[in-house]
Nanobody, 126 residues
Framework: QVQLVESGGGLVQPGGSLRLSCVVS????????IGWFRQAPGKEREGVSC????????YYADSVKGRFTISVVNAKNTVNLQMTSLKPEDTAVYYC???????????????????WGQGTQVTVSS
């Protein structure tokens, strides 16, 4: 069983920065990737970023490229999402997820991720 707990959300002004963290606990044997997704009010959940557990390859949605950075720290049990130049449209609940334990459909498919955190709220507003 794998548990993920994300933290670091809050209120930030446009143009500001915020760092989200995802702590992975339990058995992580066999996982392929850790992904970040977000869901804004009235919108579908969308992929934000993903990091491959094997080779460190990273993926970013077009909407966040150049502004967000995903990284692995603390002996690979923590994944951070450094968010800069935040925009109001970044406002959402952000979720981290671990995937690839049983199947893999690519980093942007929610079905690739078997375990999900509870989410952390990010609000970008002046």
């Amino acid at each position: 069983q794998v548990q993920l707990v994300e933290s670091g959300g809050g209120l930030v002004q446009p143009g500001g920065s915020l760092r989200l963290s995802c702590v992975v606990s339990g058995s992580s044997l066999g996982y392929h990737a850790i992904g970040w997704f977000r869901q804004a009010p009235g919108k579908e959940r969308e992929g934000v970023s993903c990091i491959n557990s094997s080779d460190g390859s990273t993926y970013y949605a077009d909407s966040v490229k150049g502004r967000f950075t995903i990284s692995v720290v603390n002996a690979k049990n923590t994944v951070n999402l450094q968010m800069t130049s935040l925009k109001p449209e970044d406002t959402a609940v952000y979720y981290c997820a671990a995937g690839g334990f049983r199947s893999w459909y690519g980093p942007w498919k929610q079905a690739s991720y078997e375990y999900w955190g509870q989410g952390t709220q990010v609000t970008v507003s002046s």
